[in-house]
């Protein structure tokens, strides 16, 4: 039998990265919602602070998904599509999930995916910021 081996977010280092994010989501007082995925983008880590969205649970994980499913931040999506017409219309409603706003960016660990984070709760430069923290736990 052979093993097949691929890299991912362990538990540990997401539930680290949840727990900065929260700490810098209540530092700006900002109930966010957090959710961290593997490099699948299957939910490996989350927490809906008090008081924030129902909504936003649905919007952090599909930022997370999209970062770890297309490698790149949710914020350079818009830039990504925003001058050409077929993927401006077809991306958004064609995607299922994709999210083109801020707040999604993949995890890497040696320059590969291994996972990605996605905040939810305020304007998406307040879930960057929230999830940057959350990345900078892994450093």
């Given at each position: 039998m052979?093993?097949?081996r691929k890299n991912s977010i362990t538990v540990g280092a997401a539930q680290?990265?949840?727990a900065a994010a929260i700490t810098k989501a209540e530092q700006v007082g900002l109930p966010c919602v957090i959710a961290v995925v593997d490099e699948s983008g299957?939910?490996?880590a989350f927490a809906r602070?008090?008081?924030a969205a129902l909504l936003s649970v649905q919007v952090a994980q599909d930022k997370a998904y999209t970062a770890?499913?297309?490698g790149m931040p949710t914020d350079g999506w818009y830039d990504f599509i925003k001058?050409?017409?077929p993927l401006s219309t077809g991306a958004p409603s064609g995607i299922d999930r994709l999210v083109v706003f801020g707040g999604g960016f993949p995890i890497t660990e040696d320059g590969t995916v291994i996972g990605g984070i996605g905040?939810?709760?305020g304007h998406y430069s307040q879930d960057?910021?929230?999830a940057r923290a959350g990345l900078d736990a892994l450093v």
């Open positions: 052979n093993n097949y680290r990265v949840v299957v939910l490996k602070m008090d008081g770890a499913g297309f001058d050409d017409g905040v939810s709760g960057m910021e929230v």
